[in-house]
């Protein structure tokens, strides 16, 4: 996807992530990388998804409820799985 890629170089530095985009489309792209750090089929500990999402922003927080809001985790019960996103087959 050479949209996709254009937006992580604009909003991803050094494989941080600099700032949110605005714009819901841009939003999810960025969205859509991160939630390819999650394992499909395996569950998180609310502490293991902030590990994960501490390599790219100190605001786990909201990486967290950006991702559970636009679908890419579920979350129950202190748990996370991955729900949705761009798979990747190898």
Known sequence: MPEQAEVL?????????RSMPA????????????AGHFEPGRTYTEAEVNGILARFHPDVASLRRYLVDEEFLERREGSYWRAGGTFHVD
């Open 9 to 17: 170089r604009r909003f991803l530095e050094h494989g941080r992530l």
């Open 23 to 34: 714009r819901r489309a841009k939003r999810r792209m960025v969205l859509d990388y991160l």
